[in-house]
Structures are given as structure tokens and as C-alpha cells.
T-cell receptor, first 114, second 110 residues
Framework: EAGVTQFPSHSVIEKGQTVTLRCDPISGHDNLYWYRRVMGKEIKFLLHFVKESKQDESGMPNNRFLAERTGGTYSTLKVQPAELEDSGVYFC????????????FGPGTRLLVL | GDSVTQMEGPVTLSEEAFLTINCTYTATGYPSLFWYVQYPGEGLQLLLKATKADDKGSNKGFEATYRKETTSFHLEKGSVQVSDSAVYFCALGHAGKSTFGDGTTLTVKP
């Protein structure tokens, strides 16, 4: 089966611009997660969808970040307006169930805000 | 809240050397524990996992044992190869999300 895919693989934008990241989870996985790794630090949780509902968005840094998962399939993460500190690698993961099950990660989107 | 503390890197070893990367955690309840690996230019891959105390996860010659008494999940390999050069992340899964350590960069020289 196909793994988690993310688009784009890289994005370079200027401060103040908008960027939209996309994640396609493994087919049949109701749970979708967004994480990011900033400045080579730890990978931090952003939010968790169960189907189209936000189960936990406690990790979203501020209201410049908006995540959606219309129809419970793919998800988008929009950053508007982007700031320098948003640079990092954004990972998406999916799993069939929520608790204790392995999350399968995508290759990540490398975002650089200049 | 949950946290993971991972041995600081970078770590540089010669081929066939023994590897240990320490990982300790703090969590309420009974988390699952994972090691992920990120090879250069690639995404995160699950290396191994353990879901309860005293479980041993193993894969590709790597091993880690879930030690509840010491809240640890140290990664070991008896003989590393150049192809093991990568970033290794320890993580715990609890309440529907994963908490990661900072990552340890391993470089294996021939």
C-alpha cells in the first residue's frame, strides 16, 4: 500500500506570504497528525484529526496556522502570514486507531521563510 | 506533561563498533515507546517499538527494551555499519499523540 505522502517536499517563501502544505494519509487511516521540527530541535506535535474532526489541536503555535481535513481524507496546513520562526520540517503521520498504534510518517515538507 | 530525553549527539563510531543511544521518558499512564530513524534526504521511518513493560523491540540488528522501573528505552546495536548513519529519534505514544526527543545524529565511518 502507498505510504503517507506530502506536498511540496520543499518550499521557500518570504516573510508575510502564505504557504499551504498538503498531506495524504494511508488509505483507511482515520487518524491524521501534524508535527514539526524547528531549528533541529525535537519533533513537536501540532494537532490530531480523527476523520474530519480536530481531536487535539493543543500544539498549534498560534492563529497563523490553520489545519483542515475536509471529507476526512487529505489534510492541509496553511500558514498565513508566515514568519521567520516558522521555518522547519513539517511532518504528517497517520494511523488506523489512536491509542498505542504505530503512526506512519510522511517524508516531510521543508519550509524556509526568508 | 509527557517528555523524552535523549542522549545528545552527534555520535561518531567506526564500523563494527557497539552502539548505545540513551533514552529516558516521563509520562503518566502506560505509553508505547518507539525508535524512529531518518536517513539522509528521507522521512521518518519506524525502527522498532515496544508497547508494555519488559517488551523488547528489535529490527535490523537494533534492540531496545521497555524498562518501566528506570523509565528508559535505550537503543543498542552490536555492530554498526556505514549504512546506519542517520538521525535517531526516541518517542513515546500516549493519549493519541507522539512526544519525541531531540534526535541523535549517528555517523559511522569505515
Amino acid at each position: 500500500e502507498a505510504g503517507v505522502t506530502q506536498f511540496p517536499s520543499h518550499s521557500v517563501i518570504e516573510k508575510g506570504q502564505t504557504v499551504t502544505l498538503r498531506c495524504d494519509p494511508i488509505s483507511g487511516h482515520d487518524n491524521l497528525y501534524w508535527y514539526r521540527r524547528v531549528m533541529g530541535k525535537e519533533i513537536k506535535f501540532l494537532l490530531h484529526f480523527v476523520k474530519e474532526s480536530k481531536q487535539d489541536e493543543s500544539g498549534m503555535p498560534n492563529n497563523r496556522f490553520l489545519a483542515e481535513r475536509t471529507g476526512g481524507t487529505y489534510s492541509t496546513l496553511k500558514v498565513q502570514p508566515a514568519e521567520l520562526e516558522d521555518s522547519g520540517v513539517y511532518f504528517c503521520a497517520s494511523s488506523r486507531t489512536s491509542y498505542g498504534e504505530t503512526q506512519y510518517f510522511g517524508p516531510g515538507t521543508r519550509l524556509l521563510v526568508l | 506533561g509527557d517528555s523524552v530525553t535523549q542522549m545528545e549527539g552527534p555520535v561518531t563510531l567506526s564500523e563494527e563498533a557497539f552502539l548505545t543511544i540513551n533514552c529516558t521518558y516521563t509520562a503518566t499512564g502506560y505509553p508505547s515507546l518507539f525508535w524512529y530513524v531518518q536517513y539522509p534526504g528521507e522521512g521518518l521511518q519506524l525502527l522498532l517499538k515496544a508497547t508494555k513493560a519488559d517488551d523488547k523491540g528489535s529490527n535490523k540488528g537494533f534492540e531496545a527494551t521497555y524498562r518501566k522501573e528506570t523509565t528508559s528505552f535505550h537503543l543498542e546495536k552490536g555492530s554498526v555499519q556505514v549504512s546506519d548513519s542517520a538521525v535517531y529519534f526516541c518517542a513515546l505514544g500516549h493519549a493519541g499523540k507522539s512526544t519525541f526527543g531531540d534526535g541523535t545524529t549517528l555517523t559511522v565511518k569505515p
